[in-house]
């Protein structure tokens, strides 16, 4: 029997910290919430490749500031919501946004080739 739930279940399915009685219990449940985040980054990618061709095939387009600016606001005001510090979260999001933004651009440059 599983303690925590293997990365196709839903955590639904997991033991809540209360419930886990020792460090490895604990640990398990971490490791299959982390398996789950990067597979949701994996799939936030894919949106992230299919909206190039929606848009202008310029700088400013691709960086899209005021979207941005929007996405780390409401970022911030959900780390507030569940008690997470907004500032670690602007600063994971800042990182991320970063990431997919550069790998939009070097989409477009590829099929500019």
């Known amino acids: 029997m599983y ?8 955590t639904l399915f ?14 398990e449940c971490i490791d299959t919430i982390d398996s789950q985040i990067i597979e949701l980054l994996a799939k936030r990618f894919d949106y992230v490749k299919s909206i190039v061709p929606f848009k202008a095939k ?4 691709i960086i899209a500031k005021e979207r941005k600016e929007q996405v780390i606001k ?5 780390a507030e919501k569940y ?7 602007e600063q994971m999001y800042t990182l991320l946004i970063n990431y997919f933004i550069e790998q939009e651009i070097k989409l477009i440059n590829a099929k500019n080739v």
Do not use: G
């Open 3 to 10: 303690v925590c739930a293997p990365k196709y279940f839903n």
């Open 14 to 27: 997991m033991k809540s910290p209360q419930e886990c009685q020792n460090i490895n219990e604990v640990r």
């Open 58 to 61: 310029t700088t400013d387009a």
């Open 74 to 78: 409401s970022r911030r005001a959900l």
């Open 83 to 89: 008690e997470l510090d907004p500032d670690i979260i």
